[in-house]
């Protein structure tokens, strides 16, 4: 029989009760071989079922025996302490986790929603052309002012030395229209001194009239009436000329105005020749793209031959400077304060906790910044719980040796210590 061998062949009589006999019995009544496991029960334990009180019969009853009291005292199955075991095991242990985890949680505050983030510049030309050379490769290190990459420059050497041609044409227009003002300004004066004597002419003239015709009429023919007509002549003439001077005045002063106006237009032709001299050089140097700050190189595009327009990204620089952004639930901040220190793990760097400390809070919720922010006066309200972004610097000292391993994006797990 193979009904459990172990019970009933090896297994002690003191450590044999009476439901692993009656389990033992219904295992045998299933695959048939009951009469074989009584056969063997009451040979082997009639011991056992004086000392239990139990008596198995051919067709399967379990009936009661007279008890013998001597046997059982000396029989009786020893308590089990399998449970006791295991209560004074796990109880304890229950409560020592119960207890590590309240001081865990009175002593920090943790989130895995958290990166590390840092400053990217891209950088791209401020011109349009045909890339001649990239100066710079995948996750290379570099300075600030560092060349990156080069445009074809021979379009903007052309356009320089046009606009220098037309900065010299316009010198030469102002030097032109500067000696026609002196010119302008010297037949003004010449005019003037015209004027001024025509009108001595004329005053001399009028003087001489009014002698003559008081000879004529009062002298009684000391003068001749032709010499009174001359006279006469000579001062409307005179008076004439005077006119004419004063006009020719009026032009010089007009043609001296023109001279200026010129003058000054040159001026600005010359300045604006100047600007454009200067563009030119500034579009020639845009050339050259330089680095605005150290950092490593990043998502590079540039390559030799391509044309590329204004403004359009060609790589990006990380800057060495890091930081972590963790977004604490708003139930979470009670306790957070500017300057607290922090254990930051990170996933890329596992068996190494590095130090740090709270910088300062984002100025609203992720939500207020979101592309579509949520309006709580519009339809249904549901209560959702909001996270604000937290900065965390790190301690430059301790991740000195890890700073290549550390870069923008890795998920963290910082551990603000929120009681000492």
Do not use: C
């Amino acid at each position: 029989m193979n009904i459990d061998n172990t019970i009933l062949e090896d297994t002690p009589v003191r450590t044999m009760t009476p439901d692993r006999i009656v389990r033992t019995a219904l295992a045998a009544w299933k695959q048939g071989d009951f009469a074989e496991f009584v056969d063997q029960f009451n040979d082997k334990f009639k011991f056992t079922d004086q000392a239990l009180g139990l008596e198995f019969t051919k067709k399967g009853r379990l009936t009661s025996a007279p008890i013998n009291r001597s046997l059982t005292k000396s029989v009786r199955p020893r308590k089990r302490t399998v449970g006791r075991w295991i209560a004074l095991i796990v109880v304890p242990g229950i409560v020592w986790g119960g207890v590590s985890y309240w001081r865990y949680s009175s002593q920090f505050e943790q989130t895995d929603d958290a990166y590390v983030t840092g400053h990217q510049h891209p950088v791209s030309f401020r011109v349009s052309g045909t890339i001649s050379e990239v100066l710079v490769d995948d996750n290379q290190l570099v300075k600030q002012g560092q060349a990156v990459a080069e445009l074809d420059p021979k379009d903007y050497e052309i356009a320089l030395a046009q606009a220098r041609a037309d900065w010299e044409k316009a010198r030469a227009q102002l030097s032109q229209s500067h000696a026609q003002r002196i010119q302008a300004d010297a037949q003004w004066k010449q005019a003037e001194a015209q004027a001024n004597a025509a009108k001595a002419q004329s005053i001399n003239s009028k003087r001489t009239l009014e002698r003559d015709s008081q000879l004529f009429y009062q002298g009684k023919g000391v003068i001749s009436r032709q010499d009174l007509d001359n006279a006469q002549y000579q001062s409307d003439g005179n008076e004439a000329i005077h006119a004419a001077a004063l006009a020719g005045v009026s032009v010089a002063q007009a043609s001296l105005e023109t001279a200026k106006a010129q003058e000054e237009a040159a001026i600005a032709q010359l300045d604006s020749a100047r600007a454009a001299v200067e563009n030119a050089e500034l579009q020639l140097s845009y050339t050259t793209v330089y680095a605005p700050t150290d950092g490593r190189v990043a998502q590079k595009t540039f390559e030799t031959g391509q044309r590329v327009q204004a403004g359009q990204v060609g790589l990006s620089l990380a800057e060495p400077n890091v930081w972590v952004v963790a977004n604490y639930k708003e139930n979470q901040l009670d306790r957070i304060r500017s300057g607290q220190s922090v254990e930051v793990g990170i996933d890329a760097v596992p068996n190494r906790t590095f130090q740090g400390k709270v910088d300062s809070f984002q100025a609203g919720t992720g939500a207020v910044y979101a592309l579509l922010p949520p309006d709580n006066a519009t339809g249904n309200f549901t209560k959702i719980v909001q996270s604000v972004p937290v900065k965390i610097v790190f301690d430059a000292t301790s991740i000195r040796g890890y700073e290549q391993l550390i870069v923008p994006g890795l998920s963290v797990e910082p551990r603000i210590r929120v009681e000492r």
